[in-house]
Nanobody, 127 residues
Framework: QVQLVESGGGLVQAGGSLRLSCAAS????????LGWFRQAPGKEREFVAA????????DFADSVKGRFIASRENAKNTVYLQMNSLKPEDTAVYFC????????????????????WGQGTQVTVST
């Protein structure tokens, strides 16, 4: 069983930056693909970014491409989401997710592809 704990959320002005972290415990971290999702009030949870097992491959939603960077540090069992040029529409609860996977370069985009989820961290971007 994998436990995921997000941190780093908060209130930031539009144009600012935040870095989210997600620390994992239990399981074999290097065997997991990792994802970031977000959910705004009244909306469905949506894909933000994914990082492959080794960290060599990443994938991003079009809405954040060029502004967000996802990375992982297997030695620390941690995945990061660096968010730059934040916009009010980025306001949401951000979740990290993990799934064990054999394919080294796969970056899952669907919520149904992930088995483990964190509790979420709130990001609020003010105008």
């Amino acid at each position: 069983q994998v436990q995921l704990v997000e941190s780093g959320g908060g209130l930031v002005q539009a144009g600012g930056s935040l870095r989210l972290s997600c620390a994992a415990s239990g399981g074999s971290f290097s065997s997991y693909a990792l994802g970031w999702f977000r959910q705004a009030p009244g909306k469905e949870r949506e894909f933000v970014a994914a990082v492959s097992r080794g960290g060599s491959h990443t994938d991003f939603a079009d809405s954040v491409k060029g502004r967000f960077i996802a990375s992982r540090e297997n030695a620390k069992n941690t995945v990061y989401l660096q968010m730059n040029s934040l916009k009010p529409e980025d306001t949401a609860v951000y979740f990290c997710a993990a799934r064990a996977i054999g394919r080294l370069f796969y970056t899952p985009r669907l919520t149904t592809e992930y088995a483990y989820w964190g509790q979420g961290t709130q990001v609020t971007v003010s105008t």
